[in-house]
Protein backbone atom coordinates (compact mmCIF):
# COMPACT_ATOMS: atom_id res chain seq x y z
CA UNK A 1 0.00 0.00 0.00
CA UNK A 2 1.08 3.48 -0.65
CA UNK A 3 2.28 5.15 2.50
CA UNK A 4 -0.30 8.06 4.19
CA UNK A 5 2.41 10.88 4.10
CA UNK A 6 5.75 10.60 2.11
CA UNK A 7 8.52 13.47 2.53
CA UNK A 8 11.09 13.54 0.08
CA UNK A 9 13.95 16.06 0.77
CA UNK A 10 11.81 18.47 2.06
CA UNK A 11 13.26 21.77 3.52
CA UNK A 12 11.57 24.56 4.51
CA UNK A 13 13.22 28.42 5.11
CA UNK A 14 11.28 31.20 6.89
CA UNK A 15 12.45 34.76 6.19
CA UNK A 16 12.36 37.33 8.20
CA UNK A 17 13.74 40.66 8.26
CA UNK A 18 16.89 39.98 6.10
CA UNK A 19 17.18 36.72 8.37
CA UNK A 20 16.71 32.83 7.33
CA UNK A 21 15.65 30.53 9.21
CA UNK A 22 16.23 26.52 8.08
CA UNK A 23 13.04 24.81 9.70
CA UNK A 24 13.47 21.87 7.93
CA UNK A 25 16.64 20.56 5.66
CA UNK A 26 16.01 17.87 3.61
CA UNK A 27 13.25 15.92 5.46
CA UNK A 28 13.02 12.02 3.91
CA UNK A 29 9.66 10.32 6.13
CA UNK A 30 7.32 8.15 4.88
CA UNK A 31 4.25 7.30 7.85
CA UNK A 32 1.99 4.20 6.84
CA UNK A 33 -1.34 3.59 7.41
CA UNK A 34 -2.05 2.55 11.18
CA UNK A 35 1.13 3.67 12.87
CA UNK A 36 1.03 5.67 16.59
CA UNK A 37 4.53 7.64 15.44
CA UNK A 38 5.90 10.46 17.40
CA UNK A 39 8.03 13.22 15.96
CA UNK A 40 10.52 14.28 19.32
CA UNK A 41 12.79 17.23 19.50
CA UNK A 42 13.58 20.40 21.18
CA UNK A 43 11.43 23.71 21.12
CA UNK A 44 12.66 24.72 17.61
CA UNK A 45 13.73 21.50 16.61
CA UNK A 46 10.68 21.82 13.23
CA UNK A 47 7.98 19.46 14.96
CA UNK A 48 5.53 22.21 14.43
CA UNK A 49 6.56 22.97 10.56
CA UNK A 50 7.12 19.66 9.85
CA UNK A 51 3.18 18.73 10.79
CA UNK A 52 2.31 22.38 9.03
CA UNK A 53 3.81 21.13 5.90
CA UNK A 54 2.27 17.58 5.73
CA UNK A 55 -0.99 19.66 5.55
CA UNK A 56 -0.10 22.24 3.33
CA UNK A 57 -0.47 25.05 5.93
CA UNK A 58 2.65 25.62 5.50
CA UNK A 59 4.33 25.43 1.58
CA UNK A 60 7.68 23.81 1.30
CA UNK A 61 10.73 25.65 0.01
CA UNK A 62 12.29 22.24 -1.52
CA UNK A 63 11.12 18.28 -2.05
CA UNK A 64 7.82 17.02 -2.18
CA UNK A 65 5.27 16.37 0.18
CA UNK A 66 2.44 13.28 -0.88
CA UNK A 67 -0.24 12.60 0.78
CA UNK A 68 -1.55 9.32 0.20
CA UNK A 69 0.19 8.71 -3.66
CA UNK A 70 -0.68 12.52 -4.14
CA UNK A 71 1.72 15.71 -4.60
CA UNK A 72 0.36 18.05 -2.67
CA UNK A 73 3.07 20.95 -3.56
CA UNK A 74 0.85 22.79 -6.57
CA UNK A 75 -2.33 22.40 -5.48
CA UNK A 76 -4.51 25.08 -5.09
CA UNK A 77 -5.64 26.18 -1.97
CA UNK A 78 -9.17 24.85 -2.67
CA UNK A 79 -8.46 21.82 -3.16
CA UNK A 80 -5.87 21.68 0.06
CA UNK A 81 -8.51 22.95 2.42
CA UNK A 82 -10.59 19.99 0.95
CA UNK A 83 -8.18 18.00 2.01
CA UNK A 84 -7.60 19.39 5.00
CA UNK A 85 -11.79 19.03 5.86
CA UNK A 86 -12.05 15.51 4.22
CA UNK A 87 -8.65 13.40 5.20
CA UNK A 88 -7.44 14.79 7.67
CA UNK A 89 -7.99 15.61 11.39
CA UNK A 90 -5.96 18.05 13.48
CA UNK A 91 -5.44 18.13 17.21
CA UNK A 92 -3.58 21.40 19.01
CA UNK A 93 -1.90 21.91 22.00
CA UNK A 94 -4.54 24.63 22.88
CA UNK A 95 -7.12 22.65 22.18
CA UNK A 96 -8.85 25.28 19.65
CA UNK A 97 -12.74 24.89 20.68
CA UNK A 98 -14.92 27.97 19.50
CA UNK A 99 -15.49 29.48 22.63
CA UNK A 100 -19.39 30.12 22.23
CA UNK A 101 -20.39 26.74 20.67
CA UNK A 102 -20.79 23.80 22.99
CA UNK A 103 -18.65 20.49 22.56
CA UNK A 104 -21.86 19.06 20.82
CA UNK A 105 -21.62 22.03 18.10
CA UNK A 106 -17.61 22.22 17.70
CA UNK A 107 -17.71 18.91 16.89
CA UNK A 108 -21.03 19.01 14.24
CA UNK A 109 -19.26 22.05 12.62
CA UNK A 110 -16.85 19.93 11.10
CA UNK A 111 -19.54 17.91 9.81
CA UNK A 112 -21.62 20.62 8.81
CA UNK A 113 -18.60 21.96 7.10
CA UNK A 114 -18.94 18.52 4.39
CA UNK A 115 -22.60 19.00 3.95
CA UNK A 116 -23.59 16.51 6.43
CA UNK A 117 -27.67 16.44 7.21
CA UNK A 118 -28.32 17.25 10.60
CA UNK A 119 -29.89 13.87 11.99
CA UNK A 120 -26.47 12.13 10.31
CA UNK A 121 -24.91 14.78 12.31
CA UNK A 122 -26.54 14.54 15.88
CA UNK A 123 -25.99 10.68 15.27
CA UNK A 124 -22.26 10.47 14.27
CA UNK A 125 -21.73 13.30 17.05
CA UNK A 126 -23.04 11.40 20.14
CA UNK A 127 -21.84 7.74 18.48
CA UNK A 128 -18.01 9.42 18.74
CA UNK A 129 -18.36 11.02 22.16
CA UNK A 130 -20.40 7.54 23.37
CA UNK A 131 -17.14 6.18 22.10
CA UNK A 132 -14.78 8.13 23.86
CA UNK A 133 -16.64 8.15 27.10
CA UNK A 134 -17.58 11.99 27.51
CA UNK A 135 -21.47 12.21 26.85
CA UNK A 136 -21.46 13.60 29.82
CA UNK A 137 -20.09 16.87 27.87
CA UNK A 138 -22.24 17.43 24.88
CA UNK A 139 -23.94 19.83 25.99
CA UNK A 140 -21.03 22.17 27.74
CA UNK A 141 -19.00 24.89 26.51
CA UNK A 142 -16.10 25.10 26.53
CA UNK A 143 -14.88 27.54 29.53
CA UNK A 144 -17.53 25.12 31.94
CA UNK A 145 -14.41 22.15 31.00
CA UNK A 146 -11.08 21.49 31.98
CA UNK A 147 -8.55 21.20 30.01
CA UNK A 148 -8.14 17.02 29.86
CA UNK A 149 -12.08 17.34 29.36
CA UNK A 150 -11.70 20.24 26.28
CA UNK A 151 -8.79 18.16 24.54
CA UNK A 152 -10.92 15.17 25.07
CA UNK A 153 -13.77 17.42 22.85
CA UNK A 154 -10.99 18.01 20.27
CA UNK A 155 -10.11 14.19 20.49
CA UNK A 156 -13.62 13.89 19.48
CA UNK A 157 -13.90 16.51 16.81
CA UNK A 158 -10.16 15.49 14.60
CA UNK A 159 -11.91 11.66 14.07
CA UNK A 160 -15.60 12.70 14.04
CA UNK A 161 -15.15 12.67 10.43
CA UNK A 162 -12.87 9.45 9.70
CA UNK A 163 -9.70 11.28 8.59
CA UNK A 164 -7.30 9.32 7.35
CA UNK A 165 -4.57 10.53 9.50
CA UNK A 166 -4.76 12.75 12.52
CA UNK A 167 -2.01 15.27 13.28
CA UNK A 168 -1.68 16.40 16.65
CA UNK A 169 1.04 19.51 17.74
CA UNK A 170 2.31 18.56 20.96
CA UNK A 171 -1.35 17.49 21.85
CA UNK A 172 -0.67 16.99 26.15
CA UNK A 173 1.60 20.08 26.49
CA UNK A 174 -1.20 21.95 28.44
CA UNK A 175 -1.84 18.97 30.61
CA UNK A 176 -0.86 17.26 33.90
CA UNK A 177 0.77 14.18 33.85
CA UNK A 178 -2.23 12.07 34.78
CA UNK A 179 -4.50 14.08 31.93
CA UNK A 180 -1.47 13.64 29.69
CA UNK A 181 -1.47 10.01 29.90
CA UNK A 182 -5.20 9.74 29.97
CA UNK A 183 -4.85 11.61 26.43
CA UNK A 184 -2.22 9.24 24.83
CA UNK A 185 -4.12 6.48 26.01
CA UNK A 186 -7.15 7.69 24.21
CA UNK A 187 -5.48 8.22 21.03
CA UNK A 188 -3.52 5.13 21.38
CA UNK A 189 -7.06 2.90 21.79
CA UNK A 190 -8.33 4.87 18.71
CA UNK A 191 -5.28 3.76 16.58
CA UNK A 192 -5.37 -0.21 17.85
CA UNK A 193 -9.49 -0.42 17.68
CA UNK A 194 -10.28 1.58 14.86
CA UNK A 195 -6.74 1.72 12.95
CA UNK A 196 -6.80 5.84 12.79
CA UNK A 197 -3.31 6.81 11.71
CA UNK A 198 -1.51 9.04 14.30
CA UNK A 199 1.34 11.67 13.90
CA UNK A 200 1.88 13.75 16.74
CA UNK A 201 4.58 15.76 18.26
CA UNK A 202 5.88 16.17 21.86
CA UNK A 203 8.77 17.25 23.87
CA UNK A 204 7.87 14.56 26.70
CA UNK A 205 9.63 11.68 27.16
CA UNK A 206 6.46 9.80 28.93
CA UNK A 207 4.71 10.61 26.07
CA UNK A 208 7.17 9.26 23.60
CA UNK A 209 7.55 5.80 25.35
CA UNK A 210 4.03 5.53 24.38
CA UNK A 211 4.69 5.68 20.58
CA UNK A 212 5.42 2.79 18.25
CA UNK A 213 8.02 5.01 16.74
CA UNK A 214 9.48 7.86 17.55
CA UNK A 215 11.54 10.27 14.63
CA UNK A 216 13.77 12.85 16.73
CA UNK A 217 14.37 16.36 14.93
CA UNK A 218 17.36 18.34 15.89
CA UNK A 219 17.82 21.93 13.72
CA UNK A 220 15.25 20.82 11.25
CA UNK A 221 16.80 17.23 10.74
CA UNK A 222 15.91 13.57 11.33
CA UNK A 223 18.64 12.45 13.67
CA UNK A 224 17.59 9.72 15.16
CA UNK A 225 14.71 7.21 14.91
CA UNK A 226 12.94 4.48 17.11
CA UNK A 227 10.38 1.36 16.12
CA UNK A 228 9.12 -0.06 19.55
N1 LIG B 1 6.23 31.78 10.73
C1 LIG B 1 7.52 31.74 11.06
N2 LIG B 1 8.34 32.77 10.74
C2 LIG B 1 9.65 32.74 11.06
N3 LIG B 1 10.24 31.69 11.67
C3 LIG B 1 9.48 30.65 12.01
C4 LIG B 1 8.08 30.61 11.74
N4 LIG B 1 7.57 29.44 12.19
C5 LIG B 1 8.61 28.78 12.74
N5 LIG B 1 9.76 29.49 12.62
C6 LIG B 1 11.10 29.06 13.07
O1 LIG B 1 11.37 27.78 12.52
C7 LIG B 1 12.04 26.94 13.47
C8 LIG B 1 11.21 25.70 13.72
O2 LIG B 1 10.02 26.09 14.40
P1 LIG B 1 8.88 25.07 14.85
O3 LIG B 1 7.77 25.90 15.36
O4 LIG B 1 8.59 24.13 13.74
O5 LIG B 1 9.62 24.29 16.04
P2 LIG B 1 9.01 23.28 17.12
O6 LIG B 1 9.91 22.09 17.14
O7 LIG B 1 7.57 23.07 16.85
O8 LIG B 1 9.21 24.09 18.48
P3 LIG B 1 8.32 24.06 19.84
O9 LIG B 1 8.70 22.79 20.54
O10 LIG B 1 8.79 25.28 20.58
O11 LIG B 1 6.89 24.13 19.45
C9 LIG B 1 12.25 27.81 14.71
O12 LIG B 1 13.54 28.36 14.63
C10 LIG B 1 11.19 28.88 14.57
O13 LIG B 1 11.59 30.07 15.19
MG1 LIG C 1 5.84 23.48 17.92
Given amino acids: ??????????????????????????????????????????????????????????????????????????????????????????????????????????????????????????ERVEKVFRELGIENLLDRFPHQMSGGQQQRVAIARAIVGEPDIVLADEPTANLDSRNSMAIIELMKNLNREKGITFLFSTHDPLIMENARRIVYLRDGEIVKEEWK
Fill in 1 to 122: MKPIVELVNVSKIFRSGGEEVHALRGIDLKVERGEFTAIAGPSGSGKTTLLNVISGIEKVDGGKVIFDGIPINGMDENALSDLRLHRIGFVFQAYNLIPTLTARENVEFILFLRGVGEKERR
